[in-house]
């Protein structure tokens, strides 16, 4: 069990995973910090969290499990605030969509990688933002990846493993490259072309209308441009190159389907239609 | 209320009104027609038609309600199938997503566009096809979209316009033009990204981890890659135009995000990303 908890950012993410360790009898006290009184009130009200700290270092002294879990931009300061407050045997974690930018900030402040600071990314959210939003069951079969170094201790990744199996996740591991590219193609483009669109819909003429007469399916298809801008932002400029690598395979990819349209090549297009229509009934049929 | 009603093509949006139709009373017997021969069993069994057609001709025979509901590359062998065999008082919609293709067809086969044929299109549907998907609320709270030419028959707007309102939709008019570029934006455009999106993720060497990491963002994003990959050939070929002009600004806008990353401009993605986020939460909040 946790002894001490400290979270550093108690929102959707944080929060829910203190729920699912509360129920699971996973945690004896979690201590949260945030730069938003009125989330920390609600946090404590919900009984979320049991007290609020109004630094990192208070929020870390005596943790032995520390999560970081604020959008990736600001995760160098609060590294940098830790730094001579750490229990002797703490481990701490994070939840960032993009693992390279964590492992170059911990770098930045530490020097190297910890061999106690395990990057970890918990595929599961929604999107709404805040401890309202949070709840218990974000991770039941969701899946979180641990990006460890090779020198990472073990123990300190069964500690974080353990963590994340008790919210109902099944936890993996991956090279933080890897992890990175693979995100970037599924999560972080996506994300992309829905802001991006709704933006562009929204500037035309008959933006009202456009809105008006969609359907469900633009619906759900623009549900993650509701995300949180800051978050996306941050992610955004953390990922920044394989991002656009992958972003730039899409953008030839589109431009055939566009020739496809132009030259009247149905056949094509209908083959290309087909073949997607496959891979997503068989992944989510 | 319909004395008889022909439904050509007897799919999710045909059955789905039926359905709805049957539960309002609003029609006494309905002949379907289709080219598989197991679904309109199905929709014999569930109730859904009272008899199977063996040709559009006999189909249309006596029918004071034509409903075309077949994908729309199908539309002009069916009108010229009509030909000399439909009743005096008949009022013959169809349902295709691109109204300019259906003029087109009417005109190709009728010489004009006939004052009995009322082009209608419903906003609404699933990813999934087939009368076994349909279902009477389908229709409730949604749109539907009917483009009448300044010559057509006020009476036949009129009843088909009363059909609809019997499935709980509401009715309004648009001029062919305005609704096939409002549709490409909104509807086309985003089911050619979904397509085009999911199959070049497919064809990434680390295909299976990407779908395998993939979160609920990517799944909703994705869902309208899973429709009828016929159906949006034929509507991408029917509505070129429209759908490469919105294309074509939306490749535009995509390239200045893309910009945007690569010069580390975060303050204007996140600008751009909070503008969206607000469009969205404002028409679906």
Request: hydrophobic share 45%; aromatic share 6%; charged share 25%.
């Amino acid at each position: 069990m946790i002894r001490r908890l400290a979270l550093l950012g108690v929102g959707l993410i944080g929060g829910s995973l203190v729920r699912a360790l509360r129920q699971q009898r996973g945690v004896a006290e979690v201590v949260g910090y945030g730069r938003h009184r009125d989330n920390l009130n609600q946090a404590l009200e919900q009984g979320v969290i049991d007290r609020v700290a109004d630094s990192v270092a208070e929020a870390v002294t005596g943790a032995d499990m520390v999560v970081v879990a604020v959008p990736l931009g600001a995760i160098r300061p609060l590294f940098s605030e830790m730094v001579g407050h750490l229990a002797e045997d703490v481990v701490v974690t994070d939840v960032g969509s993009v693992k390279g930018s964590v492992v170059e900030d911990a770098k930045a402040v530490f020097g190297t990688l910890p061999v106690w600071l395990i990057p970890a990314h918990p595929i599961a959210g929604t999107e709404k933002s805040g401890v309202a939003a949070s709840f218990a069951e974000l991770y039941q079969g969701r899946r979180v990846i641990l990006t460890p170094l090779p020198e990472s201790d073990p123990v300190a990744v069964e500690r974080v493993t353990e963590m994340w199996r008790l919210t109902g996740a099944e936890v993996v591991e991956m090279e933080v490259e890897h992890h990175d590219e693979v995100l970037a193609a599924t999560s972080h483009l996506p994300h992309l072309l829905a802001y991006a669109l709704v933006d562009s819909l929204a500037r035309q003429p008959s933006q009202r209308e456009i809105f008006h007469f969609a359907a469900g399916g633009f619906r759900d298809f623009s549900r993650i441009a509701s995300s949180n801008p800051t978050m996306w932002r941050d992610i955004a400029m953390a990922n920044r190159q394989p991002l656009l690598d992958t972003l730039s395979r899409f953008r030839q990819d589109l431009e055939q389907v566009e020739t496809m349209i132009r030259d009247g090549e149905g056949d094509a297009l209908q083959t290309l239609f087909s073949r997607a229509k496959q891979v997503r009934d068989e992944h989510y049929g």
